[in-house]
C-alpha cells in the first residue's frame, strides 16, 4: 500500500541548532516528493520538491531536503533554525490512481517543530 | 502568485443540518482537491476533481459529496453532518495531478 511515514510527531530544537526532520514512504517506483509547511490557522504551502535528477533539493528559507532510494526517505535539513521556523511540517509523496491518469497526494501525519531560545 | 480562497472560514453547524464550503482558485488549475485535517491523520483526501463537470472519490468520501461547477469553483457539501465531521477543510488546486497543490485557508467546522 501506498504510505508516508512521518515517524516524528513533534521535534524540539534550540534557535541556531541544525534540524532533520524525517520522512519515509513506500512505493513501487519513484514518486514526486515534497515537503510543506503550515504556520498556525493556515494553509499549507510548499518548501520544495524533488522530481528527478540531484538528489538534494533546495528550497526556501535555507531548507533542503535530500531523497534517498536505496531508504526510500526524503529527509527535509535545515543547517540553523529560526524560532520564525516553529510550525508543523509535512511530507507528502505524489501516487499514481489506478486505472487513470490521476495522480494523487498523501500526506504523512506531520511534525511539530518547536524552536526554542 | 497562486491563489485559492475558501468560505466561509469558521463554521457551526447542528447534527442532520446541510452545510456548503466553497472554494475559489483564480490560478486556473484543471484539478482541484478537497481534504480534511485531523490530529494524527495530517491531510486525507475526501474528493478531487479533473474539471468542470467532474467530481471524482477520494479516500474517505462517504458522508461528503462534492460540486465543481466551473474551473474556479468547488464545494464540498454535508447533506446530513455529523459531530465526527468536525474537523479543518482544505481546499487545493493543481495544474496536474503528480504537480504542486496549491492550499487554500482552510474552513473550521464544527459540528453540534
Known amino acids: 500500500a501506498q504510505s508516508v511515514t512521518q515517524p516524528d510527531a513533534r521535534v524540539t530544537v534550540s534557535e541556531g541548532a541544525s534540524l532533520q526532520l524525517r520522512c519515509k514512504y513506500s512505493?513501487?517506483?519513484?514518486?514526486?516528493l515534497f515537503w510543506y509547511v503550515q504556520y498556525p490557522r493556515q494553509g499549507l504551502q510548499l518548501l520544495l520538491k524533488?522530481?528527478?535528477?540531484?538528489?538534494v533539493v533546495q528550497g526556501v528559507n535555507g531548507f533542503e531536503a535530500e531523497f534517498s532510494k536505496s531508504n526510500s526517505s526524503f529527509h527535509l535539513r535545515k543547517a540553523s533554525v529560526h524560532w520564525s521556523d516553529s510550525a508543523v511540517y509535512f511530507c507528502?509523496?505524489?501516487?499514481?490512481?489506478?486505472?487513470?491518469?490521476?495522480?494523487?497526494?498523501?500526506f504523512g501525519q506531520g511534525t511539530s517543530l518547536s524552536v526554542v531560545p | 502568485e497562486a491563489a485559492v480562497t475558501q468560505s466561509p472560514r469558521n463554521k457551526v453547524a447542528v447534527t442532520g443540518g446541510k452545510v456548503t464550503l466553497s472554494c475559489n482558485q483564480t490560478?486556473?488549475?484543471?484539478?482541484m482537491y478537497w481534504y480534511r485535517q485531523d490530529t494524527g491523520h495530517g491531510l486525507r483526501l475526501i474528493h478531487y476533481?479533473?474539471?468542470?463537470?467532474?467530481?471524482e472519490k477520494g479516500d474517505i468520501p462517504d458522508g461528503y459529496k462534492a460540486s465543481r461547477p466551473s474551473q474556479e469553483n468547488f464545494s464540498l457539501i454535508l447533506e446530513l453532518a455529523t459531530p465526527s465531521q468536525t474537523s479543518v477543510y482544505f481546499c487545493?488546486?493543481?495544474?496536474?495531478?503528480?504537480?504542486?497543490?496549491?492550499f487554500g485557508p482552510g474552513t473550521r467546522l464544527l459540528v453540534l
Open positions: 507528502a509523496v505524489s501516487f499514481s490512481i489506478a486505472s487513470s491518469s490521476f495522480s494523487k497526494l498523501v
Open positions: 512505493s513501487s517506483v519513484t514518486p514526486y
Open positions: 490560478n486556473n488549475h484543471n484539478n
Open positions: 524533488y522530481y528527478s535528477g540531484d538528489p
Open positions: 487545493a488546486s493543481g495544474s496536474w495531478g503528480g504537480d504542486t497543490q496549491y
Open positions: 476533481s479533473y474539471g468542470a463537470g467532474s467530481t
